[in-house]
């Protein structure tokens, strides 16, 4: 079985991280990169979690118990 590999996107929520001069946001550009390298790592063949997603999943399995 492959590795997972987790892939945290960073900013997110409330805290955006920084802003640029043009009114770019950090998380932002982190999401745009993290959903690149997650579709990469599937066509290389690994498993990927995204942090948001497992943080999702987590609080669903804590409400159904």
Known sequence: KPPIIIVDAGHGGFDGGATAKDGTIEKDINLKIARYVSEYLILL?????????????????????
């Open 45 to 65: 063949g690994f498993e990927k979690e995204n942090l948001s997603q497992m943080h999702l999943k987590m609080a669903k399995k804590k409400r159904n118990n």
